[in-house]
């Protein structure tokens, strides 16, 4: 057992949620495992959940016998063992912004039990229709990009929208200026819209309007989105600029907490902003 209090940090989860995956493809059950390893069953089942912190000597034994020798993906898992304390930024070079974006994000949408965002410039990615997403996702994109590579990213947008079919809450303030911003032209905006009208109908999906008129509030910083995963994980926060990305972890995800309740609390009710929603999308018509 570790010496002290291990926190489980989000390099530990997605370092464990790698290590099962790789497991299971390979039809290995964890008594199995431990036998050929010689450790204890359970201790294995707690690398996996990141209970515990794995030894980097443990990892290399495990993809050993998992026969998992692509050396650039062994050297990422490698490296996340060393540093599963940390709780610092990430800016591994997965590629180029827009694609990396599918990495860690999508995997964080799915276990989380909510997905409560702020939103200063665009919708949330979840609550986009195609047309306005390949919109987004083209400007975005540097020059010169095969046209089958953007219409993956679309793609992969458009299906991490099935957690919005799941049990997970997903709420967002938007910045009434969102709505009002013609993505794509009126008609895709129109379209967007009235969509989102449908949407707000369900009960999993919260969206609130900050009004123009409101000068200052709890979102000057800028957009961010913050999952809340089930206990006993930490909150994690999300944001990315020109800059890069960045995941912040406990307990400095409380700030965001906090940002976001402030935010609810100075946006429109949701009847309030539902009614404001689709009087701009009759606009936009």
Not at 22 to 47: F, I
Not at 125 to 140: C, D, H, K, P, W
């Amino acid at each position: 057992m570790p010496h002290k209090p291990f926190v489980r940090t989000l390099r530990a989860q997605w370092l464990g949620q790698q290590l099962r995956a790789l497991r299971e493809a390979r039809g290995m059950t964890l008594k199995l495992v431990s036998e050929h390893l010689q450790r204890d069953m359970s201790a294995l089942g707690r690398y996996e959940r990141a209970d515990w912190p794995i030894r980097k000597g443990d990892v290399t034994a495990l993809l050993d016998l998992y026969g998992f020798h692509n050396a650039a993906e062994r050297a990422r898992l490698l490296t996340l063992a060393e540093e599963v304390w940390r709780t610092d930024r990430w800016d591994e070079d997965y590629g180029d912004v827009v694609d990396s974006s599918f990495i860690q994000y999508p995997w964080l949408e799915d276990r989380a039990e909510s997905i409560c965002s702020y939103n200063a410039l665009l919708l949330p990615g979840l609550l986009q229709t195609r047309t306005y997403a390949e919109a987004v996702i083209r400007n975005a994109a540097e020059p010169g990009v095969p046209e089958p590579t953007i219409e993956r990213w679309v793609e992969l947008r458009i299906e991490r929208q099935r957690v919005l079919d799941g049990p997970t809450r997903v709420a967002a303030v938007l910045d009434e200026a969102v709505l009002r911003r013609p993505v794509g032209g009126r008609a895709t905006m129109a379209d967007q819209l009235h969509q989102l009208t449908q949407l707000i109908r369900r009960r999993n999906i919260d969206v609130r309007v900050l009004p123009a008129e409101l000068s200052l509030h709890a979102g000057m910083d800028g957009t961010f989105t913050l999952f809340t995963l089930p206990s006993p994980y930490p909150e994690v926060a999300y944001l990315e600029n020109l800059g890069g990305r960045l995941y912040v972890e406990a307990p400095k995800s409380k700030r965001f907490v906090d940002a976001y309740d402030r935010l609810v609390k100075a946006a429109l009710g949701e009847a309030e902003s539902a009614e404001l929603i689709a009087t701009i999308a009759e606009d936009m018509s």
